[in-house]
T-cell receptor, first 111, second 113 residues
Framework: KAGVTQTPRYLIKTRGQQVTLSCSPI?????VSWYQQTPGQGLQFLFE???????NKGNFPGRFSGRQFSNSRSEMNVSTLELGDSALYLC??????????FGSGTRLTVV | KQEVTQIPAALSVPEGENLVLNCSFT??????LQWFRQDPGKGLTSLLL?????REQTSGRLNASLDKSSGRSTLYIAASQPGDSATYLC????????????FGIGTKLQVIP
């Protein structure tokens, strides 16, 4: 079966712009989580969605937002980009307590 | 709040050695624990998932154990190979639900041919 698909794979944006990242979970998985990975901070939890509802949110500013659609696909949006937002953004899907499956990530570079 | 520590942070071994990676966590009320591997610039690949009712899981040359009472998990890699070189991460759920996991900073493994 198809894995978790993240698009795009790479992005280069300018400070002040906004960006939208997409994640398609494994078919049948209704939970989608987002993580930011940087060399200094490791993997940091952004938020988790289940059946279009945000159930949990990490300690990120309001510039980071997300949503989930009825087909479980999820998007995250970052507005007013800062240099420090440069990171690998990873999406994971899960089914009940069956563990997480991650996508390949989106590498965002802010210049 | 769950806190996860992985020791050592980096490890360099000659090919063929058996090795142990450690993961400790502060909140033992977990329902599972998952080990991942990450190659540079790539996503995370799941290696083993241990449910709270299990004490260990095996896949090929990998064996992971879980001791909830002591807040520890170990990943054992037998007969290491250069292809095992990667960063190994453990992921532990926050108590009270499965909406969030906390990752350790990882152990960066280099296997020298």
């Amino acid at each position: 079966k198809a894995g978790v698909t993240q698009t795009p794979r790479y992005l280069i944006k300018t400070r002040g712009q906004q960006v939208t990242l997409s994640c398609s979970p494994i078919s049948g998985h209704r939970s989608v989580s987002w993580y930011q990975q940087t060399p200094g901070q490791g993997l940091q939890f952004l938020f988790e969605y289940f059946s279009e509802t945000q159930r949990n949110k990490g300690n990120f500013p309001g510039r980071f937002s997300g949503r989930q659609f009825s087909n479980s696909r999820s998007e995250m949006n970052v507005s007013t980009l800062e240099l420090g937002d440069s990171a690998l953004y990873l999406c994971a899907s899960s089914y009940q307590e069956g563990g997480y499956t991650f996508g390949s990530g989106t590498r965002l570079t802010v210049v | 709040k769950q806190e996860v520590t992985q020791i050592p942070a980096a490890l360099s071994v000659p090919e063929g050695e058996n090795l142990v990676l450690n993961c400790s966590f502060t909140d033992s009320a977990i329902y599972n624990l998952q080990w991942f591997r990450q190659d540079p610039g790539k996503g995370l690949t799941s290696l083993l998932l241990i449910q709270s009712s299990q004490r260990e899981q095996t896949s090929g040359r990998l064996n992971a154990s879980l001791d909830k009472s002591s807040g520890r998990s170990t990943l054992y890699i037998a007969a290491s190979q250069p292809g095992d070189s990667a960063t190994y991460l453990c992921a532990v759920p926050d108590s009270g639900g499965y909406q969030k996991v906390t990752f350790g900073i990882g152990t960066k493994l280099q296997v020298i041919p």
